[in-house]
């Protein structure tokens, strides 16, 4: 089981730039049909100021934060976690070319069936380059313990 003692354990401040290649890229393979997620004179048109992130966009930056050093801390095995769920709460639009900062720390542990599976809610703060809260993101993290 993971310990609960990690409950409010702050991760490293992780930065990420929204890449218009990798926007469309995403849009696409989520089914988008919008054009203002793929064509940029499209997002202008709506009055953009350029490609605005698809939804659910940030957990796919945030996954990719490089560090590992806080689920090893934790005592998690990467072959056995699986997503277990996210959500967003948006306070502004996020473009390609921006600089996001992720701020994350462990919200909640928890155990299911007597504790064979722990529970790992982790919360993020995104803002962007100018220091604008963006959204707030929670996920969480199924791991099958041993």
Same mark, same amino acid.
């Given at each position: 089981?993971?310990?609960?003692?990690?409950?409010?354990?702050?991760?490293?401040?992780?930065?990420?730039?929204?890449?218009?290649?990798?926007?469309?890229?995403?849009?696409?393979?989520? !089914? &988008?049909? +919008?054009?203002? /997620?793929?064509?940029? *004179?499209? $997002?202008? =048109?709506?009055?953009?100021?350029?490609?605005?992130?698809?939804?659910?966009?940030?957990?796919?930056?945030?996954?990719?934060?490089?560090?590992?050093?806080?689920?090893?801390?934790?005592?998690?095995?990467?072959?056995?976690?699986?997503? !277990? &769920?996210? +959500?967003?709460? /948006?306070?502004?639009? *996020?473009? $390609?070319? =921006?600089?996001?900062?992720?701020?994350?720390?462990?919200?909640?542990?928890?155990?299911?069936?007597?504790?064979?599976?722990?529970?790992?809610?982790?919360?993020?703060?995104?803002?962007?380059?100018?220091?604008?809260?963006?959204?707030?993101?929670?996920?969480?993290?199924?791991?099958?313990?041993?």
């Amino acid at each position: 089981m993971i310990e609960k003692k990690h409950i409010g354990m702050k991760l490293p401040v992780y930065k990420a730039t929204a890449e218009a290649g990798q926007l469309r890229f995403f849009a696409k393979s989520i !089914g &988008e049909t +919008n054009p203002i /997620y793929i064509d940029e *004179a499209a $997002a202008r =048109d709506a009055g953009h100021p350029g490609l605005p992130l698809p939804p659910t966009f940030l957990f796919s930056l945030e996954f990719q934060i490089p560090s590992s050093a806080w689920r090893d801390e934790l005592g998690i095995v990467t072959s056995r976690i699986l997503h !277990g &769920e996210e +959500n967003f709460q /948006y306070h502004r639009m *996020a473009y $390609a070319g =921006d600089t996001l900062q992720f701020e994350t720390h462990i919200a909640d542990i928890y155990d299911k069936k007597g504790g064979a599976l722990s529970f790992v809610v982790r919360e993020s703060k995104v803002s962007n380059q100018r220091g604008e809260h963006v959204a707030d993101l929670r996920s969480v993290l199924v791991h099958k313990n041993a």
